[in-house]
């Protein structure tokens, strides 16, 4: 029927055969290793949350000792707090009122650092996390004097008890009140103009505090929206994403549906394309047998 091709023509040139099969093997060993082996922040896939030792309300505002005989809260207060809030606490043009804030906001305040100011610092600074200037007890004793200027009115402290708290409710409430700017893995997230803090550097009690107080821009949640229970759930989930349960494989450093959907395409797709391409190059690499009419 037609003339017997010459051995040279029964191959086609093209890419050595070699080269498909080392593609295939170094992509499958890089899915295997995403998939499985990188753990997620500081945790191994598959761990379990933390649970509270039984009978102690962990996250709860913790008993501090007294402050030190030298420390004078009065005096504290004029000389690094007054310049901006006040002799009185009722506020300047440099900064709000917190004489009636409540012992809360003035606790979330001093205890992450983000107040005291410096003496310098310029009205519009932007206020973020540093580690604390006082002590617990100093700290304890800012809170006692400010929450005295405005006659112990305000939010108070809240009491976060984790020993009986429901995940799963926490973890609805975190994704429709909280999620859309401090990340759905609580790493925080940018907004115009500020950013939404991480919250893996914060205890329960601070947790609680923001939500009960509302620091910045971010609103605050009373006990209509959120219940003690709520609030206690709540903490408790957030606190759970220090340490998730990563089902599936690894965490992708919990960035959230883009690099899954990368790795989907970019490793799953091009991983079909090197199988399809091998295949059709080792059936074009066999040589053709002719059979005489």
């Known amino acids: 029927m037609g003339a017997r091709p010459s051995p040279e023509e029964a191959r086609r040139p093209g890419v050595p055969t070699w080269t498909f099969p080392l593609l295939l093997a170094g992509t499958v060993a890089v899915v295997v290793a995403l998939a499985g082996l990188g753990p997620g922040r500081g945790a191994s896939a598959g761990a379990e949350p933390r649970v509270p030792a039984a009978g102690v309300a962990a996250g709860a505002a913790p008993d501090v000792a007294a402050a030190p005989s030298g420390f004078d809260a009065r005096s ?153 229970d709520d609030l206690n759930s709540l903490v408790a989930y957030a606190r759970y994403l220090d340490h998730p349960r990563d089902r599936g494989g690894n965490a992708l450093w919990h960035l959230g549906p883009l690099p899954e959907g990368m790795v989907a395409w970019v490793f799953g797709i091009g991983l079909l394309l090197l199988t399809l391409l091998w295949i059709g190059e080792s059936a074009h690499s066999q040589p053709h047998t002719w059979r005489e009419p």
């Not at 006692?144 to 008890?161: F, K, Q, R």
């Open 76 to 228: 504290t207060y004029l000389g690094d707090c007054a310049i901006c809030h006040g002799v009185d606490g009722r506020g300047t043009s440099r900064a709000k009122a917190i004489a009636d804030r409540g012992a809360a906001d003035v606790d979330y305040a001093l205890s992450t650092g983000r107040m005291p100011l410096p003496p310098l610092a310029e009205r519009h600074v932007r206020i973020v996390r540093h580690p604390p200037r006082y002590s617990p007890p100093e700290v304890a004793a800012l809170v006692a004097y400010v929450s005295g200027l405005g006659g112990g009115s305000g939010v108070p402290i809240p009491h976060v008890d984790l020993t009986h708290t429901d995940l799963a409710q926490g973890g609805e409430l975190f994704r429709g009140q909280c999620a859309a700017c401090h990340a759905w893995a609580g790493n925080g997230g940018a907004l115009l103009n500020r950013e939404a803090p991480s919250l893996h550097r914060s205890t329960p009690t601070q947790i609680a505090e923001a939500v009960r107080v509302g620091p910045g821009t971010m609103p605050a949640f009373g006990e209509a929206a959120f219940t003690d």
